[in-house]
């Protein structure tokens, strides 16, 4: 499952199907289903050289994980909505579901790295292989996908791991929970990991949940990373 983002291989998806809201990361109000003003005919950004600057920082940090190409490509072989607008809606709609499927897969992944010993390693292999299934399920069958279900269920296993993953760290002495936007470098469970987390204005530039970037989509109640980042909504308490 390759859970990075191919743009050349998808059709601009998260430039259309999502809803913006004028903010500080976008400049625009967009409604959902609707192509971004800046999206070209061959679904690449036109500003893509000066998002930043144009007033599109949520844009630089968005990462779909890999639900974009996996809904174009695999999904739907390779169609999409420009030549089949019969299928838009539907694609947008299935998009918005595959991009849930990809993040619990990174974070079940992120967790499945930090145990690769231990009781929890077969659940997390076992919930990998559930969810990477289910992102090779059909259009309809994605669409009556009870997602906020499943996503309660990895929760629950990821909040155990991350758990097992900083008391692990705290016996062995090292550990302390990262120490927040101010200093910029996470010390938690992923940075012991090798994960390290760099905090910029736009929050963590790991997270994929666009805690950086405004409100999250993510109900997950735990970081993966163990950090402190003050407005990452993944953060431990
Ligand atoms: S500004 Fe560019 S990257 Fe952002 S939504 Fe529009 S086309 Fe996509």
Request: glycine share 12%; aromatic share 6%; charged share 20%.
């Amino acid at each position: 499952m390759d859970l990075r983002a191919d743009c050349a291989r998808c059709a601009g998806l998260c430039c259309t199907a999502p809803a913006f809201t004028a903010s500080a990361d976008f400049a625009i109000d967009k409604p959902a289903g609707q192509p971004c003003p800046h999206l070209q005919r061959d679904f690449r950004c036109g500003i893509h050289d000066q998002l930043r600057q144009r007033g599109f920082p949520g844009c630089a940090v968005y990462d779909c994980l890999g639900a974009g190409q996996q809904v174009v490509q695999v999904t739907y072989g390779g169609q999409d909505w420009r030549r089949a607008p019969a299928l838009a809606g539907q694609m947008f709609a299935v998009f918005l579901v595959m991009r849930q499927l990809h993040e619990l897969l990174w974070y079940l992944s992120e967790a499945a790295a930090l145990q690769q010993r231990g009781p929890l390693h077969d659940e997390l292999s076992r919930a990998i292989e559930e969810t990477g299934q289910l992102t090779r399920s059909s259009a309809e069958d994605l669409l009556r996908l009870d997602v906020a279900a499943h996503r309660e269920d990895v929760s629950r296993l990821l909040l155990a791991a991350s758990e097992r993953a900083r008391s692990g760290i705290a016996a062995a002495g090292g550990a302390r929970a990262g120490p927040g936007p101010e200093t910029g470098t996470g010390t938690g469970t992923a940075a012991a990991a090798g994960r390290r987390h760099r905090w910029t204005s736009l929050g963590c530039t790991r997270a994929p949940c666009g805690a950086g970037t405004g409100p999250s989509t993510i109900p997950l109640q735990v970081g993966i990373c163990g950090s402190r980042c003050g407005r990452c909504p993944l953060a431990p308490p």
